[in-house]
Protein backbone atom coordinates (compact mmCIF):
# COMPACT_ATOMS: atom_id res chain seq x y z
CA UNK A 1 0.00 0.00 0.00
CA UNK A 2 2.61 2.53 0.77
CA UNK A 3 4.34 2.33 -2.78
CA UNK A 4 0.98 4.31 -4.19
CA UNK A 5 0.83 6.60 -1.94
CA UNK A 6 1.05 10.43 -1.94
CA UNK A 7 3.96 11.74 0.46
CA UNK A 8 0.84 12.83 2.51
CA UNK A 9 -1.40 10.72 3.02
CA UNK A 10 -2.43 7.29 4.72
CA UNK A 11 -3.99 4.28 4.20
CA UNK A 12 -6.75 3.39 6.90
CA UNK A 13 -7.98 0.04 7.47
CA UNK A 14 -10.60 -1.06 8.78
CA UNK A 15 -10.00 -4.88 10.35
CA UNK A 16 -13.89 -5.82 10.59
CA UNK A 17 -15.01 -4.98 7.24
CA UNK A 18 -13.52 -8.44 5.58
CA UNK A 19 -13.87 -11.68 5.95
CA UNK A 20 -10.43 -13.29 7.54
CA UNK A 21 -9.40 -16.23 5.99
CA UNK A 22 -8.91 -19.18 8.47
CA UNK A 23 -5.13 -19.94 7.46
CA UNK A 24 -4.02 -16.65 9.10
CA UNK A 25 -5.39 -17.43 12.19
CA UNK A 26 -3.54 -20.58 11.63
CA UNK A 27 0.04 -18.75 10.56
CA UNK A 28 -0.54 -16.30 13.74
CA UNK A 29 -1.36 -19.11 16.06
CA UNK A 30 1.61 -21.91 14.68
CA UNK A 31 4.22 -19.17 14.28
CA UNK A 32 3.77 -16.79 16.81
CA UNK A 33 3.43 -13.76 14.87
CA UNK A 34 2.54 -10.62 15.63
CA UNK A 35 -0.12 -8.39 14.06
CA UNK A 36 1.78 -6.12 12.75
CA UNK A 37 4.27 -9.08 10.97
CA UNK A 38 0.85 -10.49 9.95
CA UNK A 39 -0.51 -7.33 8.08
CA UNK A 40 3.04 -6.69 6.81
CA UNK A 41 3.86 -9.98 5.30
CA UNK A 42 0.25 -11.48 4.64
CA UNK A 43 -1.87 -7.93 3.93
CA UNK A 44 -4.42 -9.99 6.46
CA UNK A 45 -6.32 -11.65 3.26
CA UNK A 46 -6.32 -8.41 1.09
CA UNK A 47 -5.39 -9.73 -2.21
CA UNK A 48 -6.31 -6.16 -4.31
CA UNK A 49 -6.70 -2.96 -3.15
CA UNK A 50 -7.93 -0.73 -5.44
CA UNK A 51 -8.46 3.14 -3.92
CA UNK A 52 -11.32 5.20 -5.72
CA UNK A 53 -13.35 8.34 -4.79
CA UNK A 54 -16.07 6.84 -2.86
CA UNK A 55 -18.64 8.30 -5.45
CA UNK A 56 -16.72 5.49 -8.10
CA UNK A 57 -16.49 2.89 -5.70
CA UNK A 58 -20.03 1.11 -7.47
CA UNK A 59 -18.32 1.74 -10.93
CA UNK A 60 -15.44 -0.48 -9.89
CA UNK A 61 -17.22 -3.73 -7.81
CA UNK A 62 -16.93 -6.79 -10.06
CA UNK A 63 -18.67 -10.18 -9.95
CA UNK A 64 -16.41 -11.45 -7.11
CA UNK A 65 -16.73 -10.63 -3.54
CA UNK A 66 -15.59 -6.88 -3.22
CA UNK A 67 -15.81 -4.73 0.67
CA UNK A 68 -14.89 -1.37 1.28
CA UNK A 69 -12.35 -1.63 3.54
CA UNK A 70 -11.01 1.85 4.55
CA UNK A 71 -10.01 5.39 3.32
CA UNK A 72 -7.19 7.40 2.27
CA UNK A 73 -6.68 10.12 4.57
CA UNK A 74 -4.09 12.49 5.42
CA UNK A 75 -0.60 11.78 7.07
CA UNK A 76 2.65 10.59 6.09
CA UNK A 77 2.37 7.76 3.71
CA UNK A 78 1.76 4.79 6.55
CA UNK A 79 -0.30 2.12 6.87
CA UNK A 80 -2.98 1.83 9.86
CA UNK A 81 -5.37 -0.58 10.79
CA UNK A 82 -8.20 -0.14 12.95
Same mark, same amino acid.
Given at each position: ???F ?5 ? %?V? /?? %? ?8 ? #?? *? *???? &?????M /? ?6 L?? &??? &? =???? =?? %????P??? +?? &??R? #? ?5 ? *? +??
Amino acid at each position: MPRFLPKNCD %AVF /HL %ATWPLPDVFA #EI *R *RRGN &VSDDEM /HRTFNMGLGL &VVA &V =APDK =AA %AVKGPRPC +YD &VGRV #EKGTRIV *R +YR
